[in-house]
């Protein structure tokens, strides 16, 4: 089930529409590999997976499996599976006839598809489930069924659209850990479009992100969120300090202060804004730091609080340890680890 | 109607489906009744009433004719229709829509003048005739023919409008994501037609189906213009003897007309049977 | 042949089926002359247009428009509120309620009329009257499912969201749900015109001969012979009408907001 899949230069426009959906997306993924998709809505992931799948056609632009050109196959032939936000599963099959489909188009007898269709059920842990049905299962074993159904299909790339979406974040944890195992079991190569980049982090090696059909990020998830291309896959990913100033000679210089930058960036002189994790700067000893501030607020982010902390007109979020505590109106020095810097350039007087 | 403590409990529910229930229970039972009273000699015009089976003893052989001929004429129309009203529906799925549009077209229209215009389409001097150049005793006898042709095309013609329609609004709310999905799984247009489609649109095909026949057992006019004069369809047979100027024909109408009722309910009864085994499996 | 020209002929074919039928009632209403072989007519003119006016085409006309809206006058309010009784889930006996409301698509209309006819008669009430009745129960079905199908697809959640802003009952229904079942509901009115419009035999039945509605009157014609111009162009005035309001609300339709 492994197989490379590269898109060049793929393109598409809405029927009717000027605006590209899809602006020339040039993609790899390896064998084997988990890409995960990322990107707000209306960003094109949707539009990409489809023209994968070959469920529409692009207006320019190539799909390439292993090397071999399948954008006029039909999407039956290219042997690439697709499960989607909602389970549809067929309504008048019960359950291991809706895993058998496959088997059973290609032609083999009833009886030999659903014989051949029970392993890619237990490998979703719904074995004994394969009489029941369709009406009568919940969502979440819904989807673990549409899952088990496009495996049994043996495709060579598997799509994923926001597949987990509509399950609350018990069943997520599940799926991911199920996920994990289908790779281990079969190593397929998999494509998941996701707007969710914790999802994307827990499930791939790689993250790609759309934003308005233009691919602006493709790197592993280490990189996706310490060293983001642009301020938008920045924010996407969660990041929440940016601070705006200008590069000199490998230093950023701002209202923080001057801050080498680690040389692996490649930075330009010129405008450019400072971006850090708020995971990674740390409170210290006003006297102690370079930089001092004022703790403005505090937020709870689940069981650790984030502090904003005002630094002249700027502000530092700064993403506390569980056992640390902080009062607003305090005074805080910041530690900015140098390896966790990051700059992006900017245009004069715009946001990238 | 608005808010849950509102909501209609069951009495209020019962209130409320009454304008439609009281009549139609009222004509239905009323009507039949009365006509199966008649044909029983238990409602007669003059004299007292006496419970007989003369009326359907009388005309046995001519009611079983004219059921055969019914039965043959619903069943031809019901097939052709079903067969042109699903190729219609498809062909609307892909987004051409004209033969599901041209379909539409033909719903308005009595089926008194589509027996009237399609009389004039398919008679010896009508349009078709003349388009060929076939002149007297060439072009086939397909008003008042042996074959009811004409008829059965009037009837087809009609009930694949209806069809097409019904089966197209299934297609679209139903049938097209699953199609999409089967794709994606490797299915050909041919298995996605067979494993995908028709098991989904074939409880909406039965019904359409089962609508059309029961119509066309009942329809008179189309048989009235385009037909022969023997043997008759139920319908025509009933309505002859029911105008007549011999008031002791009336029961015998009945009777044919009741005839016409029973033969309905047996082919509605069969449906549901289909439909039952369909729903067991699933 | 391709896949794509094979589809196309079957479409051009399919057309061709459900056109070509109403051809003659074109070319005949508007020939004055058309000899046999002739492929076209003769002479064209208003003979035929003018002998029905004259056989009474606008009376009968009216009489047609009147029971078609009659009917959906009765048929639509019915079925709206049976529908909306049945989709509530509260109903007793649901399916013997569905099973009569939906007895009389398959149950013949002429043996009703012809078993109603006599009961009419010594019951002395007028027949216009038994026909619209008649017919109204021939056009529920189809109302009640109409709405069924509208009630079904109908969100509650914009009624509850216009009351937590504040609007009334009445407003509610004025302004929320009429116009959210207005689609459905002139689909439904359509449907049941056309029972009235459209029918033959419960009118003759039960009319007694006194009620000439078009239908009656194409008939009185196309019994004959050499009156096809006459039969065309009274046929044209049946179908016209309906074909208009057809377009009206198709126009007005239900948005069916399929997404894939």
Redesign the interface.
Known sequence: MSTRLELRGLTRHHRGQHVAALNGLDLDVNAGACLALLGPSGSGKSTTLRLVAGLDQPTRGTVLLDGDDVTNTPAEQRGIAMVFQRALLFPHLSVIDNVAFAARASGMSRRDSRAASQRYLELVQLGDFADRCVADISGGQAQRVALARSLAAEPKVLLLDEPFSALDSALRADMYALLRSIRDALNPTIVLVTHDQSEAAAVAEEIAVLIDGVLEHHSDVRTAYVRPSTLAVHRLMGGLNEIPGSIASGVHRSELGSHALPADIGARDGPATLVIRQEVVRLAEPSASSITGTIESLQSAGIRQRARVRVGSSSVFVELPPQVSAAAGTVVGLQLPTDALHAISTRAGGAV | ???PAA????W???L??L???V???T??I???????L?SLGL?P?VGAPALTIDAYRVNAGDIATSAALSVAIATAATAIGVL?GV??AL?AV?G?R??LW????????????????????LAD???LA??F?L?EGGWPALVGGRWWIAVVL?YA?KE??FIALVVAAVL??RV???D??????????R??LR??TF??IRPAVVAAA??SF?YT??S??VA??LGRAYPEPL?VM??RL?TSVDLATRPQ??AA??V??VL??L??AGALMMLRR?AVW? | MSRVAMSRVVRAALVLWFLVPLVPILLWAFANRWPFPDLLPQQWGLDGVRSGLAAGAPHAFVVSATLGLAVAAIATPAGALAARALTSGRLPIPRVVEAVLFAPLILPAFAVALGLDVLVLRTRVPSPLAVVAVLSVAAIPYTTYLMRVAFGAYDKGFEEEARTLGASRATVLIRVQIPLLAPALSGAAFLAFLVGWTDYVVTLLIGGGRMVSVPILVASFAAGTGNSSVVAALSLAAVIPPLILLTLVARAGPRTGTST
């Open positions: 109607m608005s808010s909501e209609p409990g069951a209020r529910a019962a409320w489906v304008p439609a229930l009549p139609v229970a004509i239905l009323a009507g039949l009744g009365s006509a199966l008649q409602m015009l042109i190729t219609t062909t892909a051409r004209w033969a041209a379909g539409t077209v033909t719903v308005p229209v009595p089926h008194l003048i589509g027996a009237a215009t399609i009389g004039l389409l001097s009508g349009l003349r388009l150049g002149s009037e013609w694949s409008a679209a709310t097209a994501a699953y999409e999905t089967a794709a994606v799984l490797g299915a050909s247009r298995a996605r494993l995908v098991p989904l089962t609508i029961t057992l009942g008179y006019e009235l213009l319908p009933a309505i029911f109408a009945a007309a009741i016409t009722a309905a309910l082919a509605v369909s699933r």
